[in-house]
């Protein structure tokens, strides 16, 4: 090896740990200063070592209110999206080239919509039918760009989806609606488990759309920024370090899932 | 069309396609359509809907081109998103080389998983963080200061902080595009070019770079739309003299009650993201079915 490579070697590793402090040392400067006694989140000065501020965020019934809303639109933009999303994949992949393009363009043209702007076009649109934001005009403000993701995720694995399965099902005799539910419905089983799980986390995790037509409604990260703006204590980082701990733990499993299922022969 | 009806007979393909005429209709176009209804309209108090003052006209775009301290807002919010993409590709695409021609199979699969995990967490926490990390008092200050670098704490909060927060969140969206287009490159192209004697920089310009077009030209459409629209960094991280455009937009519908120039100013930021992303697609000669992959 070269002097210079050898330089250049050095160079890039310099650059890889840096890069991974930028990527870990907010999430754990963050997590460390919820165990602060410190009145203001931080780590520098260690004030004492305290689980208080724990209780503090287990007592604040705000906070429970807000974790509720967030779940309660969850669980409904998982029934509106995913439905919607699998529809848009059958029907797009059964579309002939040239209405393809124009569909293709329209069906995805949601994310690449500013999210404030889909929350301000939703928001208009229904003050017209005389219904202000609040927890419907949230569901449906995010399923206008969930739809996509489920959508592109269903219809990649329909690519690997061999169509004379349901021509035999239809030969031996089953109904085009029992193709559908014995055949099509669990080959994309799979697929919609994690287009499932995907939803839940964009939806919880929203904030700009949401933001919008919340109406008098107070969601997770709406609760989230108020409290750094009016008065943030280290309960908010406690909070913050358990859905840390919930999405290192579910992105994990999503991920080792994801692995043994491609490791494996599509049944 | 006629596809589908022979695949799941009449009953199904009319629920599919009904599904997706709610959406496609109700809520993707209706909503934009009422949207620039609104910003082609007056503000007017109810009893005056529909009467001959409610007519159409440019008035509240034009507001915009008139204001002098919106349109600063609004130029910067273009060229602080170009900066916000232009950053992340910087950050993101040595990394992105090392993993798609030089990393191991062992080494690729941890780091796809470690770059992936603070990207399921929610963008208010990743704020929230570099909130807590550029405090006055914060860490980064007394780190700074304890290695003798500065001399009294900086205010980070303003320009400084929301890029940093920005590249933090869209690095994934970078990232993922640019490796997918560099590990399809061919491991003796390169090989090629540094045998026919071309520097590290040249192979990176001429041949890396070129072929990694599509993905780079993603990355950055994806960057700037996001940026441009975001309300979460500049809201938490920014100072008075760093106001983003999305800001002004959400005193327009709740503090100032003027929805018709709110929906104007929101239109205005729909059209410059369509025409960047297309303009950039066009350059880059990337078909917009391999955007969203």
């Known amino acids: 090896m070269s002097g210079s490579e050898r330089i250049f070697n050095a160079l890039f590793w310099l650059y890889l740990v840096a890069f991974g402090l930028y990527l870990f040392a907010p999430l754990i400067i963050m997590g460390a200063a919820a165990f602060n006694e410190s009145r203001f989140p931080t780590v520098i000065p260690w004030q004492g070592t305290t689980t208080d501020w724990f209780a503090a965020m287990w007592a604040d019934r705000t906070m429970w209110q807000s974790l509720w809303t967030s779940l309660i639109v969850a669980v409904c933009v998982v029934v509106v999206a995913v439905p919607i999303g699998t529809a848009a994949a059958l029907v797009l992949t059964s579309l002939h080239a040239r209405a393809k393009g124009f569909a293709y363009a329209l069906m995805v043209s949601p994310l690449l919509t500013p999210g404030v702007v889909i929350g301000i076009s939703t928001l208009i649109l229904w003050r017209q039918l005389g219904i202000g934001g609040g927890i419907f005009l949230i569901v449906l403000a995010q399923s206008t760009f969930i739809i996509c993701y489920v959508m592109l995720m269903v219809m990649a694995r329909l690519q690997r989806f061999d169509r004379t399965q349901e021509e035999a099902a239809l030969g031996l005799g089953a109904s085009k609606v029992m193709v559908f539910r014995r055949v099509t419905l669990p080959f994309l089983r799979p697929a919609l488990l994690a287009a499932s799980g995907l939803a839940v986390l964009q939806s919880v995790e929203n904030y700009n759309t949401t933001l919008f037509v919340r109406g008098f409604e107070t969601p997770l990260t709406v609760f989230i920024a108020t409290k750094v703006r009016t008065g943030l204590t280290p309960a908010v980082n406690a909070l913050a370090l358990i859905i840390i701990a919930a999405t290192v733990v579910g992105a994990i499993a999503f991920e080792i899932a994801r692995r043994r299922r491609a490791g494996r022969p599509s049944p | ?293």
């Open chain 2, 1 to 293: 069309m006629g596809d589908l009806y022979r695949r799941f007979g009449p009953g199904l393909s009319t629920i599919f396609v009904a599904l997706v005429l709610v959406w496609l209709a109700g809520m993707v176009l209706a909503p934009n359509l009422m949207m620039i209804d609104y910003a082609l309209r007056p503000n007017l108090p109810p009893a005056a809907i529909g009467g001959p003052t409610d007519t159409y006209s440019l008035a509240n775009i034009a507001y915009l081109a008139g204001e002098a301290t919106h349109r600063t807002i609004f130029l910067k919010t273009i060229w602080a998103s170009a900066l916000v993409a232009l950053t992340t590709f910087l950050v993101c695409y040595p990394i992105a080389f090392w993993m798609a021609q030089r990393a191991t199979v062992g080494q690729l699969s941890v780091v796809l998983l470690l770059i992936i995990i603070p990207f399921f967490i929610n963008e208010v926490l990743r704020t929230l963080a570099w909130f807590i990390i550029l405090a006055y008092r914060g860490p980064l200050n007394a780190v700074l200061m304890n290695l003798g670098i500065i001399e009294a704490p900086i205010r980070w909060q303003g320009d400084g902080g929301v890029l940093a927060a920005m590249v933090y969140a869209y690095i994934l969206f970078m990232l993922l595009p640019i490796y997918n287009a560099i590990e399809s490159l061919e491991k003796a192209q390169i090989e090629a070019a540094r045998d026919l004697g071309a520097s590290p920089w040249r192979i990176h310009t001429r041949v890396v770079i070129p072929h990694a077009k599509a993905g780079i030209a993603t990355g950055f459409v994806f960057t700037f739309m996001l940026a441009a629209g975001s309300y979460v960094a500049p809201a938490l991280l920014g100072a008075p003299g760093s106001r983003w455009f999305t800001e002004i937009i959400y005193n327009w519908f709740f503090e100032g009650g003027d929805w018709n120039r709110g929906a104007a100013y929101a239109l205005v930021l729909l059209v410059l993201c369509l025409a960047v992303v297309l303009v950039t697609l066009k350059i880059a000669r990337v078909n917009l079915a391999d955007v969203a992959k």
